[in-house]
């Protein structure tokens, strides 16, 4: 069984700063590619930003030049270094490991239970 642990979100002011982390746990060998997705009242969720095992990254265009994703393997966990924070980031900022790859077997779309960014106006 794999597991995923996000934190680092809270408050913070516009303008401000916050890093979130998300920890994998469990037998891992390799952790294809990590994202973190988001999703405000109301709203679907989607897509902030996307690493690959080969560090390719994605971002959506909101969050292009603000946001940084970054992965250390030998910790299994990625990160979001959130900069120049604006109130429409505020929502649940949720991790995904798209397939794991444990002394067990593989795990497909793997999602933590994600954490609370809220930016004030």
């Known amino acids: 069984q794999v597991q995923v642990v996000e934190s680092g979100g809270g408050l913070a002011q516009t303008g401000g700063s916050l890093t979130l982390s998300c920890a994998a746990s469990?037998?891992?060998?390799?952790?294809?590619?990590m994202g973190w997705y988001r999703r405000a009242p109301g709203n679907q969720r989607e897509l902030v930003a996307r690493?690959?095992?080969?560090?390719?990254?994605n971002y959506a265009d909101s969050v292009k030049g603000r946001f940084t994703i970054s992965r250390d393997n030998a910790k299994n966990t990625v990160y979001l270094q959130m900069n120049s924070l604006k109130p429409e980031d505020t929502a649940v900022y949720t991790c995904?490991?798209?397939?794991?790859?444990?002394?067990?077997?593989?795990?497909?779309?793997?999602w933590g239970q994600g954490t609370q960014v809220t930016v004030s106006s």
């Open positions: 995904n490991a798209e397939r794991v790859h444990t002394f067990r077997g593989d795990y497909y779309d793997t």
């Open positions: 469990g037998s891992i060998i390799w952790i294809s590619a």
């Open positions: 690493i690959s095992s080969g560090g390719s990254t």
